[in-house]
């Protein structure tokens, strides 16, 4: 079995900062692109940021300039810093991966629980 497991969200005030992790753990051959969503009360999931094995990275314009994704491949984790908060970035934030469980065989995508941030005063 594999599992993500994120943490690091909370209630921030605007123009502060958050940093999220998410590690995969259980039985892993290799992952694919990692990445980071999130689902807004009565909005739909929207991808965040997303980076390749190959580092190559992607990230909704509505956060360019401000979060930053990186990945250590060594501890299978994710990560995403949040700079300059707005109250619009508040949601429950999702890790998602592409994970090959053997040698052999496509990956999947799993998903993580799902992490609250909340920047308000």
């Known amino acids: 079995q594999v599992q993500l497991v994120e943490s690091g969200g909370g209630l921030v005030q605007p123009g502060g900062s958050l940093r999220l992790s998410c590690a995969a753990s259980?039985?892993?051959?290799?992952?694919?692109?990692m990445a980071w969503y999130r689902q807004a009360p009565g909005k739909e999931r929207e991808l965040v940021a997303r980076?390749?094995?190959?580092?190559?990275?992607n990230y909704a314009d509505s956060v360019k300039g401000r979060f930053t994704i990186s990945r250590d491949n060594a501890n299978n984790t994710v990560y995403l810093q949040m700079n300059s908060l707005k109250p619009e970035d508040t949601a429950v934030y999702y890790c998602?991966?592409?994970?090959?469980?053997?040698?052999?065989?496509?990956?999947?995508?799993?998903w993580g629980q799902g992490t609250q941030v909340t920047v308000s005063l």
């Open positions: 998602n991966a592409d994970i090959s469980p053997y040698s052999f065989g496509k990956a999947s995508s799993y």
């Open positions: 259980g039985s892993i051959y290799a992952i694919a692109a």
């Open positions: 980076i390749s094995s190959g580092v190559r990275i």
